[in-house]
């Protein structure tokens, strides 16, 4: 097996206490941290699967996302270019009612290496701290909501209309992603842009702020 998949199957089986060690061992032996990550991500799959087949459930989706935290934070340095740059400030967090936060995660490093400031409101955000966020920093340009359940796609909608109606509207773009996020449900609720990984999204903020 190679270290990769060895980090792969780790994460997957949710050994935290192993996976920053391996995750080290790959990039030692020349891995890209890229690759590590998404065979994380892959192995973040299967553990989806599984669950949704009722082969496990949710302890072990949980232990899955701890040790693949682990994985992602020796990944960090690797992955974020650490450019100190001055490209605007970003409101993150993942929608009211949805807990999952290693996507947002990765999307707000992302965002962050690229040279924003990001302001990371966690998980199960709801409309108004968003906008209280807004309010209190009255310069930022982009909004950005993660959703991983099609339940919350709800309150994804409802976030995105509210920040629509704002009389400020024109200063912001908002964003949208997450796995049940598609481009055409990002059209029918009004955001800006949508994109399908972290990689992209920190290119389209970029895009976006010009
Ligand atoms: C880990 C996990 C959990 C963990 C989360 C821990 C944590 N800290 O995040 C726990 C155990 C808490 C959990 C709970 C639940 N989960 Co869960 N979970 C997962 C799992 C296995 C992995 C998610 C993940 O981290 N993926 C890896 C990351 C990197 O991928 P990502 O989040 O998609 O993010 C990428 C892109 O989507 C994008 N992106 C993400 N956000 C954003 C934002 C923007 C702006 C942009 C541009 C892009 C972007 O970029 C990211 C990086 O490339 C998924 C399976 C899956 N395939 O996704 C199920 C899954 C999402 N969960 C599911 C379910 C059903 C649940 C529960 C309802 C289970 C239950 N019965 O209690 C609860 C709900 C809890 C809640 N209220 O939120 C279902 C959802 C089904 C559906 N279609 O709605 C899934 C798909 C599993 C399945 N196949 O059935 N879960």
Redesign the pocket.
Known sequence: MSKIQEVASAVEMGKSKIVGGLTQEALNEGASAVDVLNAM?DA??V???K??NNEIF?PE??V??RA?KKGVEVLKPHLASGEAGKAGKVI?GTVA????????N??AMMIESAGFEVIDLGVDVPTEKFLEALKANPDVKIV???A?????MPAMKATVEALNALENRGAIKV??????ITQAFADEIGAD??????AS?AQ?AKELAA
């Open positions: 991500i973040m799959g553990v989806g699967e669950f949704k949710v989706m949980l899955a996302a693949m993150i009612g949805d807990l999952h936060d290693i996507g947002k990765l999307v950005a909501l993660s991983l359940l099609t339940t919350t964003m949208v992603g997450g796995a049940p842009a949508y994109t399908a990984d972290a999204a389209k």
